[in-house]
């Protein structure tokens, strides 16, 4: 789901601007959203005229979804601009390292998913206004696109698998119980 609190218009800025300056991205940039997607990002490829890069797909079922993400170039995890989010880590950050693809984040640098994405090296942070990182952030993607270097070199993603969270939460719901009578 991409609603209108995840679609910032730096994002869209950036990639026209990049548009603008290179021919080759213009023809290669293609952004596609599945599922429920707010009507304020057409309206945003509307105005930045990118019409032409954006599609918007039927939900398909979770399983489905899964092999989409692992075929993507990148995958863009744009948060919410709130300030009542610390320690908020949306999900689909844990669906997107599994898929070990390389991660684009819209949010706040210094927030939970840009640790972790900074962390297991999945990706790339950009803040919400910060339009000239984003670009930067953008054409290193491009650039690896251009190389054919498709390989994520993230590390420590393993610790953030479905596994090993669960068994951090038995571990400590354990710690919790110990001693205590049923």
Same mark, same amino acid.
């Given at each position: 789901?991409?609603?209108?609190?995840?679609?910032?218009?730096?994002?869209?800025?950036?990639? *026209?601007? =990049?548009?603008?300056?290179?021919? +080759?991205?213009?023809? &290669?940039?293609?952004? %596609?959203?599945?599922? $429920?997607?707010?009507? *304020?990002? =057409?309206?945003?490829?509307?105005? +930045?005229?990118?019409? &032409?890069?954006?599609? %918007?797909?039927?939900? $398909?079922?979770?399983?489905?979804?899964?092999?989409?993400?692992?075929?993507?170039?990148?995958?863009?995890?744009?948060?919410?601009?709130?300030?009542?989010?610390?320690?908020?880590?949306?999900?689909?950050?844990?669906?997107?390292?599994?898929?070990?693809?390389?991660?684009?984040?819209?949010?706040?640098?210094?927030?939970?998913?840009?640790?972790?994405?900074?962390?297991?090296?999945?990706?790339?942070?950009?803040?919400?206004?910060?339009?000239?990182?984003?670009?930067?952030?953008?054409?290193?993607?491009?650039?690896?696109?251009?190389?054919?270097?498709?390989?994520?070199?993230?590390?420590?993603?393993?610790?953030?698998?479905?596994?090993?969270?669960?068994?951090?939460?038995?571990?400590?719901?354990?710690?919790?119980?110990?001693?205590?009578?049923?």
């Amino acid at each position: 789901m991409f609603s209108r609190a995840r679609n910032h218009e730096s994002f869209w800025q950036a990639i *026209s601007e =990049m548009c603008q300056e290179n021919a +080759y991205f213009a023809k &290669d940039v293609k952004v %596609i959203f599945y599922g $429920i997607t707010d009507p *304020s990002v =057409m309206q945003m490829a509307e105005k +930045y005229n990118l019409n &032409d890069s954006v599609e %918007i797909r039927d939900y $398909i079922p979770h399983d489905k979804i899964v092999d989409k993400m692992a075929a993507a170039w990148v995958l863009l995890l744009s948060v919410h601009d709130s300030p009542n989010l610390k320690g908020f880590v949306p999900g689909k950050l844990f669906e997107y390292l599994a898929s070990k693809r390389p991660i684009l984040c819209l949010g706040p640098e210094n927030g939970d998913s840009a640790g972790i994405i900074t962390e297991t090296k999945a990706g790339l942070v950009s803040g919400f206004k910060d339009k000239n990182k984003l670009k930067i952030n953008l054409s290193v993607f491009y650039s690896d696109f251009i190389n054919g270097r498709i390989e994520m070199n993230s590390s420590k993603i393993e610790k953030f698998s479905r596994k090993s969270l669960t068994a951090k939460l038995a571990e400590i719901l354990d710690e919790m119980t110990t001693g205590t009578e049923v």
